[in-house]
């Protein structure tokens, strides 16, 4: 079998980050807990079953027997959220898309990743300045990996994915576990998410209506009960 | 009777099925890893289905095949890069996404514009790959690329390509695009013959 070389190459576990003496290599296997760890965290990658547009097709191609994503550990596709480990933002983002796709972030558990799969879902491609689509899904939440593309071939996905495993590999559990689950807040429908310019005064507008609405919700309930 | 077209079916995938393994084991060691086997599986000859084993393998792609464009340059007799493109914008203007920006060159001395780019950019989140600017640019400067492994972790830093990372040789081109590469270069010939004849009446 031929080894992944250059760019593709994953450092492995043979790689711990600190020097073993010559006269013990080929004796003992020494690595370190974080490259075991991650070592099975990047070998069981479970993406959501989530497709927006033209890319998803490629998604599924990538998925189907051609390509094989279960050679990679990534062959669970989980409908749910709660399940999933990867977010495959495979094509364009509408603006009525995006609280649901916000939505669907928050609910996954940590650790989460997501990939920006296309020119849509990375930076807006060819509908940057329409008036209904969010340019680059990075606005709202954060993309570990962009992979270029109109669409992106099968081929080009799963190198993407090969990057995210990269990624996942040189992590510290440390910084991965301890980190805080924040919460983004779902942009609300209406005359926001309309001007792609006013985004920081969205997000602004959006927190204090959100808040607004729970405050409401919370007086409702109390009434209630 | 009821059911004989599920049955029929299932025997073509059952068939697919043996036939796979059947193939693994007539081709033993041939089938996977090497550039023969990869060819031979996208050939019409094949039979059964088969995984495409990808960084270890690679699909070869066909002629057509069209990702990010690039820039043409060709090697001149000390090694400089002589750059085809003239910065007439028509690729900017065909674009249907917007995403070229040409800058045009100016004579340091004189101040007046150059036939060559300054500057180049593509932004590789908004390019749809479409072919179009490969398709009208008259110097043959600008074409689609094969090479589809982009994928990065920060797009402001990577992803607007600028002329360094778009300029490669014509060698590139002709290895990618054999067929196109003899067809443009015929034309180009062509054009440069009849253009030496007029002269050559005028005179």
Redesign the interface.
Known sequence: ????EG??RLEGLQVPGYDIPDEVKGHVVITTLNRLYNWGRRNSIWPMMFGLACCAIEMIATAA????LA?FGMEVMRPSPRQADVMIVSGTVTKRMMPLIVRLYNQMPLPKYVI?MG?CA???????EGYNVVS?V?KYIP????????P?????L???L??LQQ?IEKQSLKEVYLQKDEYIPEPVLGPDIMDPRDFPMIREYTMKKLQEMQAQVGESTAEQS | MDGRGILRGLAVTFKHFIASYVDDFRRLGKRY?TQEGVLYRSSPQVEG???????????PVPENFR??PFLVYDEGPNGEKEIRCTACGICAKVC??QCIWIVRAHDPETGKPLKKPAEFYI????????GFCAEFCPFDAIIMDHD????????FAT?VFDINRLLKPASYYQQIRPTQYALKAAEREKKAAAKAARRGKAA
């Not at chain 1, 993309?143 to 109109?150: E, F, N, R, S």
């Not at chain 2, 932004?123 to 479409?130: P, Q």
């Open positions: 079998m031929v080894r992944r760019k593709d027997s051609r390509f094989d050679r920006a020119a990375s930076g807006g491609g060819p509908f940057k680059g990075d993309v570990d990996v962009y992979i270029p593309g109109c992106p071939t099968p081929e080009a799963l190198y993407g090969m990057k990624k | 890893f289905v088969f995984t495409i084993q990808y960084p270890e393998e690679r699909r990702f990010i249907p996404p932004d590789v989140d908004i390019c749809m790959n479409c589809y492994e982009l994928a990065t972790y920060d797009r992803n």
